[in-house]
Antibody, heavy 116, light 112 residues
Framework: EVQLLESGGGLVQPGGSLRLSCAAS????????MSWVRQAAGKGLEWVSA????????YYADSVKGRFTISRDNSKNTLYVQMNSLRVEDTAVYYC?????????WGQGTLVTVSS | DAVMTQSPLSLPVTLGQPASISCRSS???????????LSWFQQRPGQSPRRLIY???NRDSGVPDRFSGSGSGTDFTLKISRVEAEDVGVYYC?????????FGQGTKVEIK
């Protein structure tokens, strides 16, 4: 069974940093593009970032470009996103998702709250 | 970015009756490989999104056959042939053709 387990969320002050992790199991992690998608409370879904499987190319939404860095460790079957210079508007549940343009399985999400 | 516009945003439905959700893209979703990367997701209250349909009309494993997807180019539709109580939730279309991938605003399906 495919499983994605996010961790690392929490409360952080504006301007602060946080690193989210996503532990994957049940599939060949190294063969798939992986993504982060977020959802503010009561709002819709917003794609944040993606990283390809083969060459590790990275993609970012304009709203996080220059502040977030996505990475992966295929030896640990783990996806990361380093979030710097956090803003109040980054407050959301962050989902790890298997795949990119054909994303299918999502984790349960981890809540990031940016507030003073 | 390709802007995805769903309608309606709220859809009250009687149990056993059909439902239809429209999704329109500001750009053609035909990718350079000839495929159209349009998916539909269901998000039940308090849950993560679950993919129902990929590449316009392909139903995911375990998805009831009352769900179907159709369309081409910029216009797409998700249909539920007979709504059941477990179908309550928010439905999103998503395009995976143009980066940044984008979602529609969501359509809330509720029982009348």
């Amino acid at each position: 069974e495919v499983q994605l387990l996010e961790s690392g969320g929490g409360l952080v002050q504006p301007g602060g940093s946080l690193r989210l992790s996503c532990a994957a199991s049940g599939f060949t992690f190294s063969s798939y593009t992986m993504s982060w998608v977020r959802q503010a409370a009561g709002k819709g879904l917003e794609w944040v970032s993606a990283i390809t499987s083969s060459d590790g190319r990275t993609y970012y939404a304009d709203s996080v470009k220059g502040r977030f860095t996505i990475s992966r460790d295929n030896s640990k079957n783990t996806l990361y996103v380093q979030m710097n210079s956090l803003r109040v508007e980054d407050t959301a549940v962050y989902y790890c998702a298997k795949g990119g343009r054909l994303t299918d399985i999502w984790g349960q999400g981890t809540l990031v709250t940016v507030s003073s | 970015d390709a802007v995805m516009t769903q309608s309606p945003l709220s859809l009250p439905v009687t149990l056993g009756q059909p439902a239809s959700i429209s999704c329109r893209s500001s750009q053609s979703l035909v990718y350079s490989d000839g495929n159209t990367y349009l998916s539909w997701f269901q998000q039940r209250p308090g849950q993560s999104p679950r993919r129902l349909i990929y590449q316009v009309s392909n139903r995911d494993s375990g998805v009831p056959d009352r769900f179907s997807g159709s369309g081409s180019g910029t216009d797409f539709t998700l249909k539920i042939s007979r709504v059941e109580a477990e179908d309550v939730g928010v439905y999103y279309c998503m395009q995976g053709t143009h980066w940044t991938y984008t979602f529609g605003q969501g359509t809330k399906v509720e029982i009348k």
